[in-house]
């Protein structure tokens, strides 16, 4: 999946929850240094919408981190 | 303490008082007066703490210092850059407990002048007191501008108005020139001022290097497209009242969208 984030950071996952879409992650590319390779929370809807997007090591960081918002109303 | 009529702390205070308005002998002698200590602090070390009450109020001389927020799991908020030549807490003055924190950004030299005797100046020296409170209401202009960027640009855009700001900024205390000036803050910084991440900044950064707008290479930033930034950013310098020169952009560029409104839907209509 391809994501037209505008800039080099194009691949990319969406992540469902009950069929529906809950958040785009986006891989960041090399130009991100420190953090090339890792996840970005690109976009998150309903309860994985938050005002800080996150970043994540690797996806079983983020599918963690996104469950958990799903699992606990803010 | 010192209170030798030539301390260059207290020149650097005269010139920003001097650049909203004329001071007489008898203010500019008064500010000689005022005694001052100087204190070097290290970069990201707290100068004031939320829920303090400060004696005293702090002159940057050097160095680059913020005004920031801290929030649960570790989300900082950025209030305000601050460069030579700010009194970044002023208002303790008359706010006695500080909503907020104070930190250096990078090592930072201040000159400490006590409360007591900046009261005693304003009370003897109207024309003084006058002076500081204009400057804490160009302070309120800086902040409106940020909450119009925060609310309505997109973060190209945030950070391009960003960069015009602080050039325009440090420009008028002598420290840039030709669309070149020190950045010695991090991309988190920025972010954190702006509410993006830093991933959006770096991909932001990447794009007007891309595009030729600007370079950043050891803590300088370089603005190659001075117009093109300004027009990305909207970017009317009002706001800062400061004295123009003649490749500054016209004041006068969002007066023209007055009236204008996109759209209304009254609150509580589904």
Known sequence: MHVGTGSYDINGQLVFADGLLAAVLVQLSDFHEDLAGMWFLEAGFGLVDTAYQPTFADLNAAQAWIAQRLAHRA | ????????????????????????????????????????????????????????????????????????????????????????????????????????????????????????????????AAAFWRDTLLDAAVLREWLISTGQRLAFEHVAHLFCELYLRLRSVGLAEDHRCPMPITQTDIADALGLTPVHINRVLQEMRGRTLITLQGRMLVIKAWDELLRISEFDPTYLQLERRPDDPTPTTRARWNGQLRHQRPVGLR
């Open chain 2, 1 to 128: 303490m010192n209170s030798a009529p030539d301390q260059p702390a207290l020149s650097m205070l005269i010139r920003k008082l001097e650049s909203a308005a004329t001071l007489s002998d008898a203010e500019r002698q008064a500010v000689w007066r005022l005694p001052t200590r100087i204190h070097t602090l290290d970069a990201r070390k707290n100068i004031v703490s939320e829920g303090d009450q400060p004696t005293h109020c702090c002159l940057i001389l050097d160095g680059w210092a913020c005004r920031y927020v801290m929030l649960r799991e570790g989300k900082r908020q950025i209030l305000s850059f601050h460069i030579p030549g700010d009194i970044p807490d002023l208002q303790s003055l008359h706010i006695p407990t500080i909503d907020h924190s104070l930190a250096t950004l990078t090592k930072v030299v201040v000159a400490i002048i006590p409360h007591e005797s900046l009261r005693e100046l304003t009370a003897r020296h109207p024309g003084l």
